[in-house]
């Protein structure tokens, strides 16, 4: 019996290293823009959090961060301009724009604006359900010249993956 309690204890450590290990975690991009005038930081706001959803094992670990541009300090004049910069910096980290418009579970903001004010991103050697990161820049509004900036990363846990690969 205290062979079995030993070897049962010592499965769960390897099980537990194991589930560790294979946890992928969060995608967190450290994007240098520029400060705003005065000093202040272009990104403002970072969140984590593990969307679940009813109908799948496992959960997205979702990274965000939010960040308001203004024509000055960044040189950004229009959205196209500013998501332009962003299709710079994600080639550099290997990621390629996948398609244009939201994903409303990841990017809740994309089912209020138009297509052509998002952008999804992922890796040429990802597979389904690949790691994506999405971008959204749209106009201030009011007398504020200026745009809002979400990039949001969304990493499938490995319990998620292996219950998306069944679908």
């Known amino acids: 019996m205290k062979r079995f309690l030993r070897l049962a204890a010592l499965a769960a450590i390897v099980l537990a290293a194991i589930g560790f290990w294979a946890k992928?975690?969060?995608?967190?991009?450290s994007i240098p823009?520029?400060?705003?005038?005065?000093?202040?930081?272009?990104?403002?706001?970072?969140?984590?959090?593990?969307l679940a959803f009813e109908d799948t094992a496992g959960v997205l670990f979702a990274y965000r961060q939010v960040g308001t541009a203004y024509p000055e300090p960044q040189g950004w004049a229009?959205?196209?301009?500013?998501?332009?910069?962003?299709?710079?910096?994600?080639?550099?980290?290997?990621?390629?724009?996948?398609?244009?418009?939201?994903?409303?579970?990841?990017?809740?903001?994309?089912?209020?604006?138009?297509?052509?004010?998002?952008r999804q991103y992922s890796r040429p050697e990802d597979r389904y359900p690949e790691p994506r990161t999405l971008v959204a820049v749209w106009p201030i509004g009011g007398a504020v010249e200026g745009?809002?900036?979400?990039?949001v990363t969304a990493n499938p846990s490995l319990l998620y993956r292996l219950a998306k690969g069944f679908d």
């Not at 823009?33 to 593990?50: L, M, P, T």
């Not at 332009?84 to 903001?109: C, H, N, S």
Request: glycine residues 12%.
């Open 33 to 50: 823009v520029a400060r705003h005038q005065g000093g202040g930081a272009f990104w403002y706001e970072r969140q984590h959090a593990e």
């Open 147 to 151: 745009f809002h900036v979400a990039l």
């Open 78 to 118: 229009t959205a196209e301009a500013a998501l332009a910069f962003f299709d710079k910096e994600m080639a550099a980290r290997g990621w390629t724009v996948a398609a244009q418009g939201g994903d409303g579970y990841i990017l809740p903001e994309s089912r209020l604006l138009k297509p052509e004010q998002v």
């Open 24 to 29: 992928p975690g969060y995608i967190e991009f």
